[in-house]
Every structure is written in structure tokens, then in C-alpha cells.
């Protein structure tokens, strides 16, 4: 549902909402321009009088003096029977020319305030602003629910290409988009009065006029009692008209002021709803507040360009919804398979898995998880493939899931098998997923396999799986499947380190650079993922990168598996050799900025990140590694990067341990003989990076945890504070 209510609102009010903050972005200009033409004396300088005594002297047929917002002075006079309006400089009191709003400006008002069609247009423009505000407001819940919670707002983008463009230029401009919008709305409801706001008093004297000579203007005590910075009109009275009076309107009230005596007659301050108005439309505009018109008209730029990346993902979510061919009508099939996804993504899992299932002899209906379907009496089991949105949330297609179980429930037992999809980057890793489990567990029908969870639409996880469930079914089954991949580039082998070949367990360090005639290295950083393409197989492999693009190479660290399609291939690559690969961002393993000390724990190929960042750490931060490998004397990764990024202090602290030596240790053993710095650093806001397998992640989490509790943390907490990240495999 939060989808929807924000891309359907986008896309039907689109070119409304672009002409708005286009135009809105080209007047927010104006304020700037003529702030740069405006010369003001600084308050207290200059008080109504002095002003209107010096423009009198230069025009002695003056009508009108006018201060605008931006604090220009513009001067309305009568010179044989002609009238006139010039700008004028108060601090000089030189003419600075004739007064002429600018044509193109009006024009582009108009266009801002009515899209050229005068009320009815302003009506719209009134609708067209609430419609921003409520894209704006559904945009900041997504993106809060997308990052993981409102406390994580803040925290790298998740995603990428045109979805983190979007995402990212959204959380740039949305304070300023969503202040356009709800002044904007404010403005065109109170100018309908859809917005009732209480009636301006005006002043009314019952004093009567002295009707003397007038007297100079500069010497009249109520207009030198007021500062030439609260001026906004000053109506000078008829010529030879003893009875007229000066009018002034200031940012605080207005009245009437005798020419003869120069005292009030009658004065009023602006009620609070007018101030108020008078104060949205001038931050809405700029007029008082140049630079913050400049700020909002570039948010307004982001407009166009949130639009073209909304409608572009838009039509690629559009494109990549199901098309699942020869699905068996739901009355005739004997599994089920649900769906729950947010972009469509597991889609393509749960199309491959049907093809499988197809092929062992099964008929398969496939739904998305709000649709299951009611009547389905040949059902032998049931098949869920659960994505989980945020921090644990349902995704789109799976929002009702849960409340409709109940009423399956009352049908009879069905075996089930539930496969997640998430990140492990963030803490509720396939939460949702296992809220399923939970919910199908609490029916006490029979499970067919353990809930298996997919990091990242890992193939190779979701192949695993599949071997899995076909042993439990009995089924010959073969799942696979790629997700879509980004565009390959051609890179070539430059450098190789071996280690470990005496154990047996060959790790290579491998150094590629762009082939000739492909150009430049795309963007990177340590700790992202590298998609690599062994010849034959549709299925990337990831790997982490251990240097950053400005290094002039991609640098990956690779254990040799005897049965590893792509680590064979890598293993056996000479200098000369080339490989086809894309990059995957992966913002959320990476140090955070600051100065707070580093705690980087691995084994094996996982110290490729972290040397990246101790590599990177030109700042001299805290940083303290803890790495454990087999033999020192045959794999001992980077011993001399190592060594070199100590003796310069880009490493504060170096820990080593080796499953293989005389006396054998683990990276947590490490950990457990350093309580007390390691608590001491966690005190200080240490962040941890873990990177390895998944079991020694396990180990060192434990460890961890036992570390923390005199601090009264867990390692949970720390995930939740952005403190404990891991990228294991």
C-alpha cells in the first residue's frame, strides 16, 4: 500500500508538478537578482522620515514610496500630468532608473501561480500543491522504511542505480519540496477561502484633521519614530488638500498620520493571521530571504528529475511484473506457490522454480501472497518465497498475508516450505520471511525443510535450496536462475599473489585493470562487490574489493574450491587474461565518517575489505584488525601492507591467528584475550566490521555478545545503531 500511494499520486499529476517547481525554481532567482541590485542602509540608520524628506527633495510630485521584500526602494510620482516609478538608492539617494517589472518574470508568475489561466488556474495550482505535499510526505515514510526506520533515515541509500538516484535526490530536496508544497497549498486555500482567516483591522481615527500647513515631512514625529527596515508603503496625502492624511503600512501595523501636526491619528497592528501570511508568502517566494529562495528553487530542480527516475522505475517495475507461463489453474494444481515481493525481484526466483517443478511432473500455481487463492482441493503442499521490505515489514504483494491465514487455517493441513529474500546488511535480515515461518509454525502443519534465507538474491543460495527441496520432495529438481545483471566490462588480469599452496588451499590475490580500448575503471570503493562471469554460466559470483577505483585497480581476494566454477577460473587466470564483470554498490559495509575507533575482524579471503579501508585511512582514525588464517608461513595475506600501514599509522593494531600453527588459535580467541580494550573501544563508539564465513561471523558473534554485556549492549543493538555490520558468505 505505500507504493502505490506514492507513485500513483506521481505519475497522474506528473507534468502538473514539474511546470510547478520548474517555474517555481526560475522565480526563486528573482529575489537573488534584485537582492544584488539593493544597497540598505543597516537598521537604525535610517528612519521613514529621513527617507521620504530626501526622495521629496528629488521628486517634489512623489505619491508613493514603496519597500519590497527584497528591500528595494521604488518611488511612484506625478511630473506634468505623466507619472512615473523609479528604483531608488536610500543609502545614496541616487535614481537608479526607471521601475519596469521584468515581462519575462510576470509571465513566469503567472504561469507559477495559475499556469496562465487565471483563477481557475490558481485552483489547480492550489491542488498541485497538496498533491507535491502528499508525494512528499509518502516519499520521506518511504525512504524511512526503506532504510530500516526513521532512526536510519540518514543512513546510505540502499540500492542502486536509477532507484538510488531517486532515493538519494529525494532525501536531498524533500524539507524543501515538502515547504514549497505546504505553503504553496496554505496560499492557494487561503486565496479561495477554503481557509478562513480572521479579517485585517483596519485603523479608524475619529480625531479631527488639523487642517493646517503642512509641515516638512522629515521633521513629522510619527514617521521618525519608525525604521526605514519596517517600511513596506507610505501614501504621501494630496497636493493643496489640508484634510488629507499620510498612509503607512509597516511589517507591524498600519494608520494615519497628520500632515500638519505629524502625529497619529489612528494606528493598527496587523492581527497575527495576517503576519503570519505575510511571513509564508514571503519565505514561499524568497522575497525577504533570498538565499533561502535559492535553496528552495534548488529543491525544485530535483522535481524533473525525480519524475524522469519515478516513471523510470515505474515502467521497469511495470515490465518486470510476473509473466509466469502455463501457471495450472489453482482448482487443478497440487502446489502452491506464494509470492511476496516489493520490486518484483522474487519473481524471477519463483519463475524458475516453477519451470522446475513443471519439469519433475508437478502442476503449479503460482499467486502472489495477498492472492491465495481459496478453493484448492488437490493441494499436496505448500511453497513460499517471502522478500521483506525495511526492517522486517511485509512487501507489497505480501501486506495481507498474515491477516488471511487464519481463514486457510480452518482447510486442511498442507506441507510447507518457506525460502526468504532480504539483506543481511540490515538487522531484520528476511524478517519477514520468518514471521511466515513463525505464523505457519503456529498452525502445527508439517514443515518440508528448514527455512532457508537468501542474502542478496544470491543464485547460488537459491540453487542450494533447490537440491534441498527436491531431496524432500523426492523430485529430480534443478533450479537456475540469475536476477537481471548490470552491463558487463571487459577487465584484464595486471598482477597475481599466490598463497597457500602448500596446504593444499591455494588464495590468490588478483589485481585486473581495463582492457585496452574499454576506457576507465567504473566508480567503486573497499567493500564493494565485484559480479564476476565464469565462461559458461549465466550465474555472477560476488567477490569483495579490496581497493578503491582512484588506486588505478580492481584488486579481489579468491580461495581456490575444488568444485568453485568461478574460483577455478580465477585461480587458473595469467596476467594478460581477461574476465567480463560489473560492480554492485554496497554502501551499508563500510567505516562510517568520523573519527570513532574501528574494530575490522576477519579470516581467510575476508580481510579483502578491510585492508581497503585501512589502506584508505589517510585520516589516521583508530583502527584496530583482528584476522585469523591457517600457517603464517604460507597465508599470510598483505603481511607487508600490513606491515607498511602500521608503521605509518593508518593501522593502530595489528591481531593474528592461525588455525594450523604449533599452537593453534581462532580469530574470537583473539577477541576474548583483548576484553578488556575491546569493551574500552565499544565504549568509545568503536564500530565493528566483520567479514568471512558466515560460521566464524557466528563464532565471533557470540564472543561479541559475552564482551558487550558489561556494557549492558548486545551485538543486535550495535546493528541497530549502525555500529556492527558484517558481509559474510
Known amino acids: 500500500m505505500r507504493r502505490p500511494l506514492h507513485s500513483l499520486p506521481a505519475l497522474a499529476g506528473a507534468l502538473f508538478v514539474v511546470v510547478l517547481a520548474v517555474s517555481g525554481e526560475i522565480m526563486s532567482l528573482q529575489p537573488a537578482i534584485e537582492r544584488l541590485q539593493v544597497n540598505t542602509p543597516a537598521p537604525g540608520e535610517q528612519s521613514i522620515a529621513d527617507l521620504a524628506a530626501r526622495v521629496q527633495a528629488v521628486y517634489p510630485g512623489v505619491e508613493q514610496i514603496d519597500r519590497l521584500p527584497s528591500g528595494a526602494v521604488v518611488i511612484y510620482f506625478t511630473v506634468d500630468g505623466e507619472p512615473g516609478a523609479e528604483r531608488w538608492d536610500p543609502v545614496t539617494g541616487a535614481r537608479l532608473g526607471a521601475y519596469e517589472p521584468s515581462a519575462f518574470f510576470t509571465w513566469m508568475r503567472d504561469l507559477h501561480r495559475a499556469f496562465l489561466l487565471h483563477d481557475p488556474g490558481r485552483a489547480a495550482v492550489g491542488l498541485t500543491a497538496a498533491w507535491l505535499a502528499l508525494l512528499a510526505l509518502s516519499g520521506l515514510w518511504l525512504l524511512a522504511s526503506g532504510a530500516g526506520g526513521w532512526r536510519k533515515l540518514l543512513h546510505p541509500v540502499r540500492g542502486g542505480g536509477l532507484q538510488r538516484l531517486h532515493a538519494s535526490v529525494g532525501r536531498l530536496a524533500l524539507l524543501g519540496l515538502l515547504f514549497s508544497a505546504l505553503s504553496g497549498a496554505w496560499l492557494g486555500a487561503v486565496r479561495f477561502e477554503w481557509i478562513q482567516l480572521p479579517e485585517e483591522v483596519e485603523p479608524d481615527y475619529q480625531a479631527t484633521v488639523d487642517g493646517g500647513p503642512p509641515a516638512p515631512v522629515g521633521s513629522l514625529p510619527a514617521l521618525q519614530g519608525v525604521d526605514l527596515h519596517q517600511l513596506q508603503q507610505l501614501l504621501f496625502p494630496f497636493p493643496d488638500s489640508p484634510e488629507d492624511v499620510y498612509t503607512l503600512r509597516t511589517r507591524a501595523g498600519a494608520g494615519y498620520i497628520d500632515q500638519s501636526t505629524g502625529q497619529w491619528l489612528a494606528y493598527a497592528e496587523h492581527v497575527r493571521s495576517s503576519t503570519l501570511q505575510t511571513l509564508i508568502i514571503e519565505l514561499h517566494t524568497g522575497e525577504r530571504l533570498w538565499w533561502l529562495g535559492l535553496l528552495l528553487g534548488a529543491a525544485a530542480l530535483s522535481v524533473p528529475v525525480l519524475a524522469w527516475t519515478g516513471t523510470r522505475i515505474w515502467w521497469q517495475r511495470r515490465r518486470s511484473r510476473p509473466r509466469i507461463a502455463d501457471n495450472c489453474p489453482a482448482t487443478r494444481a497440487d502446489t502452491l506457490l506464494l509470492v511476496g515481493s516489493e520490486t518484483n525481484s522474487t519473481w524471477g526466483f519463483a519463475g524458475a522454480l516453477q519451470k522446475a517443478l513443471r519439469a519433475a511432473g508437478c502442476q503449479v500455481h503460482v499467486a502472489a501472497m495477498n492472492d491465495w487463492p481459496a478453493d484448492t482441493p488437490l493441494a499436496q503442499r505448500l511453497l513460499v518465497l517471502a522478500a521483506t521490505y525495511g526492517d522486517g515489514d511485509a512487501p507489497a504483494s505480501a501486506s495481507r498475508f498474515l491477516e488471511q491465514l487464519p481463514a486457510r487455517a480452518s482447510a486442511r493441513a498442507l506441507p510447507w516450505a518457506v525460502l526468504g529474500f532480504g539483506d543481511r546488511q540490515f538487522p531484520g535480515f528476511c524478517g519477514y520471511a520468518l514471521k511466515v515461518e513463525a505464523a505457519l509454525r503456529a498452525l502445527d502443519w508439517p514443515q518440508l525443510l528448514a527455512t532457508e534465507l537468501v542474502d542478496r538474491q544470491s543464485a547460488q543460495a537459491f540453487t542450494l535450496w533447490g537440491d534441498r527441496l527436491g531431496q524432500a520432495l523426492a523430485l529430480p529438481l534443478t533450479l537456475q536462475y540469475a536476477p537481471p545483471r548490470a552491463l558487463t566490462r571487459t577487465l584484464q588480469l595486471s598482477a597475481r599473489e599466490d598463497y ?230
Open 500 to 729: 597457500g599452496v602448500d596446504l593444499g588451499t591455494p588464495v590468490s590475490i588478483l589485481r585486473f585493470q581495463p582492457a585496452p580500448g574499454t576506457g576507465a575503471l567504473p566508480r567503486f570503493a573497499p567493500g564493494d562487490l565485484v559480479g564476476i562471469l565464469p565462461p559458461g554460466s549465466p550465474v555472477p559470483r560476488l567477490y569483495s574489493l579490496a581497493s578503491n577505483a582512484q588506486d588505478g585497480v580492481l584488486e579481489i581476494c579468491v580461495r581456490r574450491h575444488e568444485h568453485g566454477v568461478c574460483s577455478r577460473f580465477l585461480g587458473d587466470l595469467q596476467p594478460g587474461d581477461r574476465i567480463e564483470a560489473f560492480i554492485q554498490a554496497n554502501p551499508r559495509f563500510r567505516p562510517q565518517p568520523g573519527t570513532t575507533p574501528l574494530i575490522l575482524i576477519g579470516a581467510g579471503t575476508g580481510i579483502a575489505p578491510l585492508i581497503g579501508f585501512i589502506r584508505a585511512n589517510k585520516a589516521r582514525r583508530p583502527v584496530h584488525l583482528y584476522w585469523g588464517g591457517r600457517l603464517a608461513s604460507s597465508d599470510f595475506l598483505y603481511e607487508q601492507t600490513l606491515q607498511a600501514c602500521l608503521d605509518d599509522r593508518r593501522l593502530t593494531r595489528l591481531r593474528v591467528a592461525f588455525s594450523r600453527s604449533a599452537s593453534p588459535e581462532h580469530v574470537q580467541d583473539l577477541l576474548q584475550e583483548d576484553a578488556a580494550l575491546l569493551q574500552e573501544l565499544l565504549h568509545d563508539e568503536a564500530q565493528v566490521l566483520v567479514c568471512g564465513a558466515r560460521a566464524m561471523a557466528a563464532d565471533v558473534e557470540i564472543v561479541m555478545n559475552t564482551l558487550l554485556r558489561p556494557l549492558a549492549l548486545t551485538v543486535a543493538a550495535l546493528r541497530q545503531r549502525d555500529r556492527y555490520h558484517e558481509d559474510t558468505y
